[in-house]
């Protein structure tokens, strides 16, 4: 008989959060395999019986490129800063569709997941980071298309482009904070997944995407920059196309705002997860 003590098999001991809330985030390393797949997962159902498969992320934000100037450029004339006004407003793109896939899918992670959630135990966190972490692939498969569209307008980045992978984290970042809390919500008022197609929208305009933030009359410009994604999308025009020095103000901002709503948020999720398995 072979004595349990020589098996090496690893215990698992799951007790109750002590005190307000216990993050233990320290957790999610031993489970990040589970991560992975978490992520390869909603990449491979994100096309699966899909005609044109990965050609969807480029053929989304090279559409709005499109509206968008005929629109403002042609009709409106919005100022570009100079440049052509499609690289101008895929450059914000870039971003803004990252992020607003990541929110939407992010959001219904917890409620899409009922069933894994109410079997097993793993850390909560990992289902809406991987639903960001998963838009990460569209995200580069439309930056490879944006390279090629540099080329074609004869653009080469200056060496701002080295600040590039910084606000590629701020963005995942925003998507991240912001997802923590309305996943949660969406959990006991599913209103919230119904609602958040129509609030990205809103928030597309009220983001520098098909503008530059220099109309943004200054006295105003602080508090444009409670935005995270204000700051996110002019870091990105400036790290890709370095034609004109950002507003730092408003990039700065933005910044603290999403530490400021991702502390929290994270905070605000593990206290509540407790609950996920009796409401979804």
């Known amino acids: 008989m072979i004595s349990e003590t020589k098996l090496n098999i690893p215990i698992i001991r799951i007790e109750p959060a002590r005190g307000w809330v216990s993050l233990k985030l320290g957790e999610i390393w031993p489970y990040r395999e589970l991560l992975y797949f978490l992520v390869w997962r909603d990449v491979k159902v994100r096309y699966k019986q899909t005609a044109i498969g990965a050609a969807w992320a480029i053929i989304q934000p090279l559409l709005t490129m499109v509206i968008f100037t005929l629109v403002f450029d042609k009709f409106a004339k919005v100022p570009s800063n100079g440049l052509p006004y499609p690289i101008f407003s895929f450059a914000a793109l870039l971003p803004w569709t990252y992020f607003s896939k990541a929110l939407n899918q992010s959001i219904l992670s917890v409620v899409s997941n009922a069933n894994l959630i109410t079997k097993v135990y793993f850390p909560r966190l990992l289902l809406p980071t991987a639903s960001v972490l998963a838009g990460m692939v569209d995200f580069a498969i439309s930056f490879l298309f944006f390279v090629i569209l540099m080329v074609w307008y004869g653009i080469i980045p200056s060496s701002a482009v080295l600040f590039l992978p910084g606000f590629t984290l701020l963005a995942m970042l925003t998507a991240l904070a912001v997802s923590l809390w309305l996943a949660v919500i969406n959990v006991r008022y599913r209103d919230v ?6 609030v990205v929208q809103l928030w597309m305009f009220a983001s520098p995407v098909a503008y530059p933030v ?55 999720f593990k206290y509540t997860e407790r609950t996920f398995a009796d409401l979804v």
């Open 214 to 268: 220099s109309l943004v009359p200054e006295k105003w410009r602080l508090l444009y920059g409670l935005n995270p994604m204000a700051g996110v999308i002019e870091g990105f025009r400036w790290a890709l196309l370095g034609k004109e020095t950002p507003d730092f103000g408003v990039v700065a901002i933005s910044a603290v705002m999403v530490v400021a709503l991702l502390i929290p948020g994270i905070i605000y």
């Open 193 to 198: 997944g119904q609602a958040i197609p129509f």
